[in-house]
C-alpha cells in the first residue's frame, strides 16, 4: 500500500486519487485551466472539491513545450494569493504547489500548501531540494529531458521506458539522500517525449511500480492526445478519460487532471473491475 504524509495528515493510497489542476496563470496551454481573479478560482476550486478531488495543484508558470521562464518573484505575486484564498474558502484543502523555485515552493508551504511539485527533478534550482526536505512535505519528483523552452525539439532515448525508469531511480536516490521520505513519481508526459515516447511509458507504466513510491500520470488534454485524435485541447477530454483509464487499469496512484468529475468515473469504474477480479481469484 502507497501512503503520503502531507504535514501529518497521512493519505493512503488504497485506491486511486485525483489532483485537479488549477492555473494562475496567463498562457498556460489549456485555456479552461487559466484562473485570472479570485472569484473564478473558488469557484473552480469548489467544484473540483466537490467532484472529489483529493489534491489542488497549484501553478503560477506555464511550462508548456517553448514557454518562457518567468522569475520567482512574479511567480509568487501570482500563487500565493491563490492558496490564501482557496485555504480561506475550503481550509481542509489538500493545495500542490507547481513550481521549480525553492522560494516559491518555501513560500507557498509555509502559506498552507502541503506539496511541492517539481517538474526539473531538482535541476532547476539547486536550492530547491534542501528547501522541501527542511520542509518536511512530500515531493513529486518529474522526469524531464531538457527544459520547457526546448524539451520538444528532438528528445531521444534508446528504450524511453528503462532510460526515464534508470534516470528517474538515480535522481530517487539523491532525493532520499537530501532527507525527503515522502515522493511521489511521474514519469512526466509531454516533458521530452514524443507521442509514442509517452505510449509506450502509459503502455508499461507498472514497470515504475519497482521505484517503491505511488505513481502520478498528468496525461489531461496534452498534445499526445488531441494531434493524436486530430482535435484541439479544448476537444481532447474523451480522449484523455480513455488514457487515463489505461494508466489506472497499469497501476496510477494519482491523476493530475483537468477534468475532476470524468477523471473520477473512471477511477470508480477501474475499482469496480479490480475488485470483481479480486473477489473471483479468491474463489
Same mark, same amino acid.
Request: glycine share 8%; hydrophobic share 45%; charged share 20%.
Given at each position: 500500500?502507497?501512503?503520503?504524509?502531507?504535514?501529518?495528515?497521512?493519505?493512503?493510497?488504497?485506491?486511486?486519487?485525483?489532483?485537479?489542476?488549477?492555473?494562475?496563470?496567463?498562457?498556460?496551454? *489549456?485555456?479552461?485551466?487559466?484562473?485570472?481573479?479570485? !472569484?473564478? =478560482?473558488?469557484?473552480?476550486?469548489? %467544484?473540483?472539491? @466537490?467532484? #472529489?478531488?483529493?489534491?489542488?495543484?497549484?501553478?503560477?508558470?506555464?511550462?508548456?513545450?517553448?514557454?518562457?521562464?518567468?522569475?520567482?518573484?512574479?511567480?509568487?505575486?501570482?500563487?500565493?494569493?491563490?492558496?490564501?484564498?482557496?485555504?480561506?474558502?475550503?481550509?481542509?484543502?489538500?493545495?500542490?504547489?507547481?513550481?521549480?523555485?525553492?522560494?516559491?515552493?518555501?513560500?507557498?508551504?509555509?502559506?498552507?500548501?502541503?506539496?511541492?511539485?517539481?517538474?526539473?527533478?531538482?535541476?532547476?534550482?539547486?536550492?530547491?531540494?534542501?528547501?522541501?526536505?527542511?520542509?518536511?512535505?512530500?515531493?513529486?519528483?518529474?522526469?524531464?529531458?531538457?527544459?520547457?523552452?526546448?524539451?520538444?525539439?528532438?528528445?531521444? *532515448?534508446?528504450?524511453?521506458?528503462?532510460?526515464?525508469? !534508470?534516470? =528517474?531511480?538515480?535522481?530517487?536516490? %539523491?532525493?532520499? @539522500?537530501? #532527507?525527503?521520505?515522502?515522493?511521489?513519481?511521474?514519469?512526466?508526459?509531454?516533458?521530452?517525449?514524443?507521442?509514442?515516447?509517452?505510449?509506450?511509458?502509459?503502455?508499461?507504466?507498472?514497470?515504475?511500480?519497482?521505484?517503491?513510491?505511488?505513481?502520478?500520470?498528468?496525461?489531461?488534454?496534452?498534445?499526445?492526445?488531441?494531434?493524436?485524435?486530430?482535435?484541439?485541447?479544448?476537444?481532447?477530454?474523451?480522449?484523455?478519460?480513455?488514457?487515463?483509464?489505461?494508466?489506472?487499469?497499469?497501476?496510477?496512484?494519482?491523476?493530475?487532471?483537468?477534468?475532476?468529475?470524468?477523471?473520477?468515473?473512471?477511477?470508480?469504474?477501474?475499482?469496480?473491475?479490480?475488485?470483481?477480479?479480486?473477489?473471483?481469484?479468491?474463489?
Amino acid at each position: 500500500m502507497r501512503s503520503v504524509n502531507c504535514k501529518g495528515r497521512l493519505l493512503l493510497l488504497q485506491e486511486p486519487v485525483v489532483m485537479g489542476i488549477i492555473n494562475v496563470t496567463p498562457d498556460s496551454f *489549456y485555456t479552461g485551466s487559466r484562473q485570472q481573479d479570485e !472569484d473564478s =478560482l473558488l469557484q473552480v476550486a469548489g %467544484r473540483m472539491l @466537490e467532484e #472529489g478531488a483529493t489534491f489542488l495543484d497549484l501553478g503560477g508558470q506555464s511550462t508548456r513545450p517553448g514557454s518562457e521562464r518567468i522569475s520567482a518573484e512574479e511567480e509568487i505575486n501570482r500563487v500565493l494569493p491563490a492558496i490564501e484564498a482557496i485555504l480561506r474558502h475550503f481550509p481542509e484543502a489538500l493545495v500542490s504547489v507547481d513550481t521549480y523555485y525553492a522560494r516559491v515552493a518555501k513560500a507557498a508551504v509555509l502559506t498552507g500548501a502541503y506539496m511541492v511539485n517539481d517538474i526539473s527533478a531538482g535541476t532547476l534550482d539547486e536550492d530547491l531540494l534542501p528547501t522541501v526536505a527542511a520542509l518536511g512535505v512530500p515531493y513529486v519528483l518529474m522526469h524531464m529531458q531538457g527544459n520547457p523552452a526546448d524539451m520538444q525539439a528532438a528528445p531521444h *532515448y534508446r528504450d524511453p521506458v528503462l532510460d526515464i525508469f !534508470d534516470e =528517474l531511480n538515480t535522481r530517487l536516490s %539523491r532525493v532520499k @539522500e537530501m #532527507g525527503i521520505n515522502d515522493v511521489i513519481i511521474d514519469p512526466g508526459f509531454g516533458f521530452g517525449k514524443t507521442a509514442a515516447h509517452n505510449f509506450q511509458l502509459i503502455d508499461r507504466l507498472n514497470w515504475f511500480s519497482q521505484l517503491g513510491h505511488p505513481i502520478m500520470v498528468g496525461l489531461s488534454r496534452k498534445a499526445t492526445v488531441y494531434k493524436t485524435l486530430g482535435t484541439t485541447a479544448e476537444q481532447a477530454l474523451n480522449g484523455s478519460t480513455v488514457l487515463h483509464t489505461v494508466a489506472l487499469m497499469n497501476g496510477a496512484h494519482i491523476l493530475r487532471v483537468h477534468d475532476v468529475r470524468e477523471a473520477m468515473e473512471a477511477v470508480k469504474l477501474v475499482n469496480a473491475i479490480k475488485n470483481e477480479r479480486a473477489a473471483f481469484q479468491l474463489l
